[in-house]
């Protein structure tokens, strides 16, 4: 059954009814093996059919494919939703510790997306919520102070919340979702993350997740404090402005012990030069001239001038040690001062929050940098979606 289902996705088909046309064109044929299933060629007319055995005892008529496209439709409504992201986020991670899939480092990020399905009340435990031309969810009320232009861009959409947590190293060679929840578009995420950290740690044990990075929506004194102290697991995450330990951070920017230190880009990871690897001498170097002549095209083409308002002269980190004034957390945070400089000598400041203690002078340019990694997981999200 989870084979049939890959293989249909894999294919790009949603429809059960597709499924004898994925078996024919597909190489599940060949993973089945002869028992299971094989070609045969009709000894009158020539043509060639398949032939399997299927699972039951009720093979009144020649199969041509292991099991009927009901059966897996069937199958899987009759699959109780909470039981199977149980096993996904339960046994399927003991299975993946046990291959030693997680990276010694322990990075991991929580986050939530939409799924967008079809209008139909028939998707159960959807709901229909106003989106608007990001996709981002704005309240009813909100339309009547936007412009007209702004309004008309907002739209009515069924949906469901996918609320991951995802594991990845510092070189992003790899991108694994660790464990998942769907619920409803409305439902909030945040105690729903938590929950899935728990559930996680109680299948593999504590250790696996070191770092747990995530954006302003999973804020919560209490889990943090938690999740520090009884999973030790250290946490980053960005402040929000309304924050009390937001206000006292900035209040100590004039202090002579807060000292910025200008961000050093890293250098951008090397690309591939082969394209071909296997492919013969003469098409690689058509491709390498190719690539050359695409590279000098682009050096032509007359460079967009970005605003000044919007042209980032300069950034600077600085960190601050110790704060104990997020009431509901139990532990001290550390907090990343984070300073951006404009051409026309605006400056933007933004802030993250971390449970584990600055150490070392480069130490706030580290946890900037390895903020960043939460936010490449988009690519991630639409391949999965797709």
Aim: include cysteine; glycine fraction near 6%.
């Amino acid at each position: 059954y989870m084979a049939s289902n890959i293989s249909m996705r894999l294919h790009g088909v949603h429809s059960f009814n597709a499924y004898p046309y994925v078996i024919r064109c597909g190489g599940m044929l060949n993973a089945f093996g002869p028992e299971i299933g094989h070609k045969v060629k009709h000894p009158e007319t020539g043509d060639i059919t398949l032939s399997c055995a299927g699972f039951n005892e009720k093979n009144d008529y020649d199969r041509q494919s292991p099991c009927d496209q009901d059966y897996l439709r069937k199958f899987a409504r009759d699959t109780d939703e909470q039981r199977l992201m149980s096993w996904f986020n339960c046994d399927v991670s003991k299975m993946f510790k046990l291959h030693k899939a997680f990276d010694a480092e322990g990075i991991f990020s929580g986050d939530a997306t939409y799924l967008f399905v079809p209008d139909n009340p028939a998707y159960e435990g959807s709901v229909r919520m106003l989106f608007d031309e990001n996709d981002h969810p704005v309240e009813a009320k909100s339309l009547s102070g936007m412009t007209p232009q702004r309004a008309a861009h907002c739209r009515w959409r069924r949906c469901y919340k996918m609320v991951s947590l995802l594991h990845t190293d510092r070189r992003h060679s790899f991108f694994m979702r660790a464990a998942m929840r769907i619920v409803p578009g409305n439902e909030n995420e945040c105690p729903i993350l938590y929950d899935l950290v728990d559930e996680f740690v109680g299948s593999v044990g504590k250790g696996i997740i070191k770092r747990l990075i995530l954006d302003r929506g999973f804020i919560d004194g209490a889990k943090i404090g938690y999740c520090k102290l009884t999973h030790d697991i250290d946490i980053l995450m960005p402040l929000k402005k309304n924050m009390d330990l937001y206000k006292d951070a900035l209040g100590l920017l004039k202090s002579p012990d807060v000292k910025f230190t200008e961000v050093v880009e890293p250098a951008p990871r090397p690309i591939a030069p082969a394209r071909l690897p296997q492919a013969p001498e003469n098409i690689r170097r058509r491709e390498a001239k190719r690539q050359e002549t695409l590279a000098k095209q682009k050096a032509k083409e007359p460079q967009p001038q970005a605003a000044p308002e919007k042209t980032l002269v300069k950034s600077e980190v600085a960190g601050i040690p110790g704060f104990t004034s997020f009431d509901t957390c139990p532990v001290p945070l550390d907090v990343i001062i984070n300073r951006e400089t404009y051409a026309d000598g605006r400056q933007d400041i933004w802030m993250l929050l971390d449970t584990r203690p600055l150490e070392k002078p480069h130490d706030p340019q580290e946890r900037r940098d390895e903020y960043h990694l939460r936010t490449d997981i988009e690519e991630g999200h639409r391949q999965l979606k797709c």
